[in-house]
């Protein structure tokens, strides 16, 4: 009995939250930094947003000299949260990178391939930048290792010495920006790693497998009609055999599956689900796949009325970020009034299909 296999997955998305506020320096110009939003815009693209408002600080004892705005794309770390300091600085892919101005301001974006520089655009004090105004800017999270996120830091030299505010935004529960840099070492818990903000594709693949079973005398086999479980076949090489599925371990975290198996001869409602079939003879059998992991809950029968949902294995394999769960199988023979000695075969179709 020579097997294929057939998949369906479904694509699974994600929706953030947006962002709220900051904090102030005691200095000449103080900068806010609030209402930030980080939304998912398309497969791998992000949208990141926020306000920026750079004003006077009344009766300061320190004169600026120089102040201005980085925005830093944020690397994922080996937990899939974002983290600043991991590794080289990360390539996002800025697109539509811009600044909506509502007060009148000195400011305009610059961009970089790692960094956008937000600076003034001002005759009288080039180096000063103040107002307020909308940031946008899209991110892009394909095969670059960033989280979508930012990291915006707004460094003010002044006749003092300087002073740095440091400031994150990123999907978040809560919908708030945060500041202070013990953010980088201490994120909160509720900020999602990427793979649950970007679920990566199952990737389904299974294993291809020949079931060939042993002579059966057609006598030996009761009548589909009868009562009780049919005639236990037994299966050469079946160790070598097993029906096996790998899929990406992350992939699979937040859903639960289940396994269906069809031919052209199914028959959904009762027992001889197929009809092995060799010119007129038919010989009908039950299929059961039992789950080599040794749980129960995980075996699967054919046919069936209604479909059985499992979470499937998160237990590393061979292969890295993916995982395995295989199953042995049995099958149960019966005979019909068009059952006659000779060689039967048949093909079965297996779809993997996630729970909604």
């Not at 005691?26 to 398309?42: D, K, W």
């Not at 990141?48 to 004892?61: E, R, T, V």
């Not at 599925?245 to 599956?257: I, L, N, P, R």
Request: glycine share 6%; hydrophobic share 35%.
């Amino acid at each position: 009995m020579k097997i294929t296999a057939r998949l369906s997955h479904l694509l699974m998305g994600a929706m953030l939250l947006p962002l709220a506020p900051s904090v102030l320096a005691a200095t000449q110009y103080t900068p806010m930094i609030r209402n930030c939003e980080v939304n998912n815009i398309g497969p791998k693209l992000w949208q990141a947003k926020f306000y920026l408002n750079i004003y006077a600080s009344p009766g300061s004892a320190v004169e600026t000299t120089d102040n201005r705005v980085y925005v830093y794309g944020l690397r994922a770390n080996s937990k899939g949260l974002p983290s600043y300091s991991s590794g080289p600085p990360v390539l996002p892919g800025w697109t539509q990178a811009g600044i909506t101005l509502t007060n009148p301001s000195s400011m305009k974006v610059k961009v970089w391939n790692d960094r956008l520089d937000i600076l003034s655009t001002s005759t009288t004090t080039p180096n000063i930048i103040y107002g307020s105004g909308w940031v946008t800017v899209n991110i892009s999270t394909a095969n670059n290792g960033a989280y979508p996120g930012l990291f915006i830091r707004h460094r003010e030299y002044h006749t003092s010495g300087m002073v740095d505010l440091l400031s994150w935004a990123f999907p978040n529960k809560t919908g708030s920006c945060y500041t202070g840099a013990s953010i980088e070492t201490n994120p909160p818990d509720t900020i999602e790693p990427i793979d649950k903000l970007e679920p990566p594709e199952p990737e389904f693949k299974l294993n291809s497998a020949v079931w060939e079973l042993n002579t059966v005398d057609v006598e030996d086999l009761p009548d589909v009609a009868a009562v009780g479980n049919g005639y236990q076949a037994t299966i050469k090489n079946i160790a070598s055999n097993n029906f096996c599925v790998s899929y990406a371990t992350a992939g699979v975290k937040d859903k639960a599956y289940a396994l269906s198996v069809t031919n052209s001869a199914s028959q959904q409602g009762g027992r001889n689900l197929f009809m092995m079939q060799n010119g007129s003879s038919q010989l009908p059998y039950n299929l059961q796949l039992s789950s080599n992991d040794g749980v129960t809950g995980n075996d699967f029968d054919f046919p069936t009325a209604t479909a059985k949902y499992i979470n499937l294995s998160q237990a590393a394999s061979s292969v890295d970020k993916r995982s395995e769960m295989c199953w042995t199988p049995k099958i149960n023979l019966f005979k019909n009034a068009s059952t006659s000695e000779g060689m039967h075969s048949e093909t079965l179709n297996f779809i993997i299909t996630p729970k909604a």
